[in-house]
């Protein structure tokens, strides 16, 4: 079973921040927080990752909570491209060789940005 | 080239037939997944490979038969299948070691329908 919990959709305006929340209460120490997106009919795209640290990189910004035990995606100027499912997942990093860490998918959200 | 490449794109076969997905990555991968999603539900996991070895089946009919003839290529053969079996196939690929990222790259997919 998926070890997060997401709203099942959200809207968005143009040019406003997308701030997209997930509860994985249950995370370990050593699982990081991943977040994918899929748009429609196209195979999932990496976002970004992170594990305690808020993170930051061309597509969007991830802050953890302290306790992290949720944590939030934040789109800063979303465009209509960024209708999608957005997923959070958490995982462990596999390590040389290892079977570990295997991305399973919860439900998502379903993200749409209105002009 | 960061390009996980599945062919065919669309699939339509009959319950008899037998048919093979193929996927292939140049990016020096060594885990590669298959992944397969039900319309309007997320991508479950079906085969994992690491370094060529088959290292999860999640419990996957054997009708489905993976195959990693080498580190780029990863094929799944279809023999018998049922028309419940009619969904996107995904392909990914990931970098595998300590220290890397744990991001998967996706396939655009082959769609498949069972008649």
């Known amino acids: 079973d998926a070890k997060t919990t997401q709203p099942p959709s959200m809207d968005c305006a143009e040019g406003r921040a997308a701030n997209l929340p997930c509860n994985h209460s249950?995370?370990?120490?050593?699982?990081?927080v991943y977040w994918y997106r899929q748009i429609h009919s196209q195979g999932p795209q990496y976002i970004i990752h992170?594990?305690?640290n808020n993170e930051t990189n061309e597509m969007a910004s991830l802050i953890i909570t302290e306790d992290r035990k949720s944590s939030t995606l934040i789109l800063p100027h979303a465009t209509l491209r960024d209708t999608a499912v957005y997923y959070c997942?958490?995982?462990?990093?596999?390590?040389?060789?290892?079977?570990?860490?295997?991305?399973?998918f919860g439900k998502g959200t379903k993200l749409s940005v209105k002009p | 080239d960061t390009e996980v490449t599945q062919t065919p794109k669309h699939l339509v076969m009959g319950m008899t037939n037998k048919k093979s997905l193929k996927c292939e990555q140049h990016?020096?991968?060594?885990?590669m997944y298959w992944y397969k999603q039900k319309a309007k539900k997320p991508p479950e996991l079906m085969f994992v490979?690491?370094?060529?070895?088959?290292?999860i089946n999640e419990s996957v009919p054997s009708r489905f038969s993976p195959e990693c003839p080498n580190s780029s290529l990863l094929n799944l053969h279809l023999h018998a299948l049922q028309p419940e079996d009619s969904a996107l196939y995904l392909c990914?690929?990931?970098?595998?070691?300590?220290?890397?990222?744990?991001?998967?790259?996706f396939g655009e997919g082959s769609r498949l329908t069972v008649l």
């Open positions: 990914a690929s990931s970098q595998d070691g300590t220290g890397t990222t744990g991001e998967l790259f």
């Open positions: 249950t995370i370990s120490g050593n699982e990081y």
């Open positions: 992170g594990l305690k």
């Open positions: 997942i958490v995982r462990v990093v596999p390590n040389y060789g290892g079977s570990q860490g295997n991305l399973i």
């Open positions: 990016m020096g991968h060594r885990a």
């Open positions: 490979y690491s370094y060529e070895k088959l290292s």
